[in-house]
Every structure is written in structure tokens, then in C-alpha cells.
């Protein structure tokens, strides 16, 4: 999944769940829309079915540091990227 795809994810995300309507990317999410830990642990689960996996509790732990959209995707390429290269070979379809 690219960049722009993940945002475009993103960005849905925040106008279904939180309607949130086109945050911008590098606003502190939690300053501007007073974006708590019950949100983030939504989105946490929003991320899991968006990648079709379930987050470790380490990569739970690193995602409270997040605070802007741009982060937030940061944060799912660097999952995706990390998956992509952890899956034992022959898995691949």
C-alpha cells in the first residue's frame, strides 16, 4: 500500500470514526481535535483492519507517541514495510 493510498485510508478513517473532516496532516491531533487515548486506541483497531493484522503490544506502545496525520502514516508504511519483509518465504501469493 502507498503513501497516498494510506492517507487516502487515513483520511476516511477520521471523517467515518471521529468525524473529523480533512484534518490537516501535520496539526497535533490532540490539541486541535482533542483526539484522546479511547480515540486512539479506535484507530489503533482501524489501523489492524486496514493491514489485515493484529498489532503487537510493543507496536500498540510506540503508536502513543503519535500525535499528526503524517505520523500516522508514517507509522502504517513502517508496519506494512516491517510485515512485508517478516513473512517466511514461500508465503507469498
Known amino acids: 500500500m502507498g503513501r497516498d493510498a494510506i492517507q487516502a485510508a487515513i483520511m476516511r478513517i477520521f471523517d467515518e470514526k471521529f ?3 480533512e484534518p490537516g496532516v501535520d ?10 487515548s479511547i480515540d486512539a486506541v479506535e484507530l ?3 489501523i489492524e ?5 493484529q498489532l503487537t ?3 500498540k506502545k510506540r ?7 503524517n505520523q500516522i502514516i ?8 516491517a510485515r512485508r519483509f517478516a513473512k ?3 508465503s507469498e501469493q
Not at 27 to 36: A, G, I, K, P, T
Not at 75 to 80: N, R, T, V
Open 88 to 90: 517466511p518465504s514461500g
Open 49 to 53: 483492519i486496514l493491514l489485515d493484522t
Open 74 to 81: 508514517n507509522y502504517i508504511e513502517a508496519l506494512s514495510l
Open 57 to 59: 503490544r510493543p507496536e
Open 44 to 46: 489503533l483497531r482501524e
Open 19 to 21: 468525524e473529523i473532516r
Open 63 to 69: 503508536a502513543m507517541e503519535i500525535r499528526t496525520i
Open 27 to 36: 496539526e497535533n491531533l490532540r490539541d486541535v481535535y482533542e483526539f484522546d
